[in-house]
């Protein structure tokens, strides 16, 4: 498979690449496998995540993008290559790249993902600050005067934004999201139950039985973990009511971010997003009832995103269709 353009949602948990005409061809965790001292990537992606947990001393599965910032020039480019050359191979022609980035990203940092995506093997790179490309993946027209309000909960950051004729009017980032919800998970559990579970169990009762508010009809998970006194097996059965009231802090958390980046907004862009609702993307907004979460929070209708683990890529994938209209209005902003 070979691709003239390819769309990057360089995200904290995961990786996802867009081809126009392809569709979403690799969703594979941003983990970086390293060996020591000499710092020698060994794998990426899915192959570098099956190390985790099974890796000798001398290798180490790094998160680069752990806090929602790429950390390193180094192990960035060398993501980019892996997922550039999956992507394009064989890579008879440079692609053309769209990758997203943290909202908060420096003109420094932004020019060191577009060298680092040149070096892996781009043609020409666009970077595109990641609540542009997550509203625009959700069908909200970004290009007009009205304003968007767009909350996207990955793993590593739930990041809100104001988006208005193509830009970001306020925002701002928090990292609480999916990694903080399973560690609340695993806490919980311990305090409850005296009960230790890893992180992927936790991850997998979030997806299964989570929800942002507690109901009548509470779901139940099974599970077992290692009892903390005895260090023996137990197992337990939890339900979506107990998952609701643990992770209520965090997303009262999320909740007041987005208080605050109303304040930040201007009073006319403010009537717009009352009158539209908000919308939620990325993996986090897969938990249950989380629209109804925040409508009760703020007094704003709530929506959750079409496929919002998708979202950002698919942003990506319109800008690349559309590149001669959205270099104008979207590439040389800030
Ligand atoms: P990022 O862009 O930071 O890589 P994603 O948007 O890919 O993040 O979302 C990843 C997060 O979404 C993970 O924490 C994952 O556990 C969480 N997630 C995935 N599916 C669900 C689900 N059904 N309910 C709640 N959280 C989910
Ligand atoms: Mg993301």
Redesign the pocket.
Known sequence: MFAKKIGI?L????TIVFVPGKGFIINEP?IVALSLPDNGVLAVGREAKDMIGRTPADIIAYRPLKDGVIADYYITKAMLKYFISKANHPNFFKPDVVISVPAGITQTERRAVINAAREAGAKEAYVVKEPILAALGADIPINNHSGNMIINI????AEVAVVSLGGIVSWSSLRI???K??QTIMDYIKKTYSLVIGEQTA?AV??EI?SAIPSKEKLEFQLRGRDVVSGLPKDITINSNEIAEALNPLLIDIASSVQSVFNETPAELVADIMEKGIIIS???A??RYIGEFFKRMIGVETYVAEEP?FC?AKGAGLILNHLDVYKRILLNKR
């Not at 995200?11 to 995961?14: I, K, L, W, Y």
């Not at 990955?154 to 950051?157: A, E, H, L, Q, S």
């Open positions: 949602d995200g904290t948990t995961n941003t990955g793993g590593g950051t999201a999916g990694n919800f399973d991850e979030k997806i989570g990325g993996g986090g897969q938990l683990l950002v």
